[in-house]
């Protein structure tokens, strides 16, 4: 398994305020993917980059927060032994064996025994 990418996310109920922070500390929209379907409901995701070449995704639920999470993104060539390793690690699927599948990607949001969450992403090339 390689990992592609590695960059923080911040979810959030407040997306429109979070942008609005980054983009005043430089980062720019790099694209808006709305209706990620899973659980039940349609999240969307924002993603930044900034000039150095770091990026950020602002993830959007459909519903209110108790407050903020943050966690990685981390895009893989191989999904599935992504998945197995976090597996072998005490991590779990936050949405049980459930994974989103959008028409470029395959993904799941994992959290650690001790409550960190590392997102897994495999770009789906057509």
């Not at 592609?4 to 959030?12: A, E, G, L, M, Y």
């Not at 709305?34 to 969307?44: K, Y």
């Not at 976090?86 to 949001?109: D, P, Q, W």
Request: glycine share 6%; with cysteine.
């Amino acid at each position: 398994m390689q990992i592609t990418t590695f960059n923080p996310f911040i979810s959030t109920s407040h997306s429109d305020e979070t942008v609005m922070l980054f983009e005043q500390l430089g980062f720019m929209r790099r694209h808006k993917k709305e209706g990620i379907e899973i659980a039940d409901r349609d999240d969307t995701v924002i993603r930044m980059k900034d000039a150095s070449g770091f990026y950020l995704d602002v993830l959007e639920p459909e519903g209110d927060l108790p407050c903020d999470l943050v966690g990685i993104r981390m895009n893989v060539d191989d999904f599935d032994e992504a998945y197995s390793v976090l597996l072998k690690h005490g991590f779990r699927n936050i949405y049980g064996e459930e994974t989103v599948h959008t028409s470029s990607s395959k993904a799941a949001m994992m959290v650690s025994p001790s409550g960190f969450r590392i997102c897994i992403i495999q770009h789906v090339k057509e």
